[in-house]
Structures are given as C-alpha cells and as structure tokens.
C-alpha cells in the first residue's frame, strides 16, 4: 500500500517527464534563436515547432496531475513538482517571447533588403 506523506514512483516519474521536455524544448528554443542569428527563418521556425511539441507534452503531463487533484485525487506537495512548475512555466514564457522575436527579426530582415534593393 503506498504511503500517502510520499510522493509515489509514478508522481516522480512524470514529474521528471515535464521537466525533461521542458528541458529539451528549451534546447529546441535556443537552436531557433541561433538560427535567427544566421537569418535562417525556416530552421528556426521548424525548431519552435519542434519545442512545441515538447511544451506541450510537458503541459498534458502537468494538466493531468492537477486534473486528478480536481477529481478528488489529492497529490503530495513536492518540491521536485513545484520546481517542475516553474521550469515549464519559465520555459513557456521563452517560447513565447522566441516566437515574437523570430517574427520581428524576419520582418526587419524583410524590410532591410528591401531597402537594399530600392538602393540599387
């Protein structure tokens, strides 16, 4: 019989998984804003599509946590799934701003050779 003052095996298991996904969508984040150093918009925008995929895996892993709590499921506080809040939070909020960015910077790149070619 599990222990209810632990947080059980399967808790610390996807816990670890949004970290971990969160984690690797930030990988994906940082190859994108590489890319955008480079001017190259299609890798980076395939990149966010591919951190994405990640955030969003970390997000159902953590709505269906906070889904049992709402059923009546209490979980145990932890620090390791708090700690993973705040990763998929943080992360999130890189997603969001690369996403803004990625679009400004294509945009002025699209401006700036525009202007070149008005020179010519």
């Known amino acids: 019989?599990?222990?209810?003052?632990?947080?059980s095996e399967e808790n610390v298991k996807n816990?670890?998984?949004?970290?971990?996904?969160?984690?690797d969508a930030r990988d994906f984040i940082s190859?994108?804003?590489?890319?955008?150093?480079?001017?190259?918009?299609d890798n980076a925008?395939?990149?966010?599509?591919?951190?994405?995929?990640?955030?969003?895996?970390a997000h159902r892993l953590q709505t269906k946590k906070i889904q049992e709590e709402a059923e009546g499921k209490p979980i145990q506080y932890s620090v390791l799934f708090t700690h993973a809040q705040d990763t998929l939070m943080?992360?999130?909020?890189?997603?969001?701003?690369?996403?803004h960015l990625i679009k400004i910077?294509?945009?002025?790149d699209c401006q700036c050779k525009g202007d070149l070619n008005e020179k010519k």
């Open 105 to 108: 910077f294509e945009k002025r």
């Open 31 to 41: 190859k994108a804003l590489d890319d955008v150093a480079n001017s190259n918009y």
């Open 90 to 99: 943080t992360i999130n909020t890189e997603y969001n701003l690369a996403n």
């Open 45 to 57: 925008k395939e990149n966010m599509k591919k951190a994405n995929e990640k955030l969003v895996k």
């Open 1 to 7: 019989m599990e222990d209810n003052n632990q947080f």
């Open 15 to 23: 816990t670890m998984n949004i970290i971990l996904n969160a984690g």
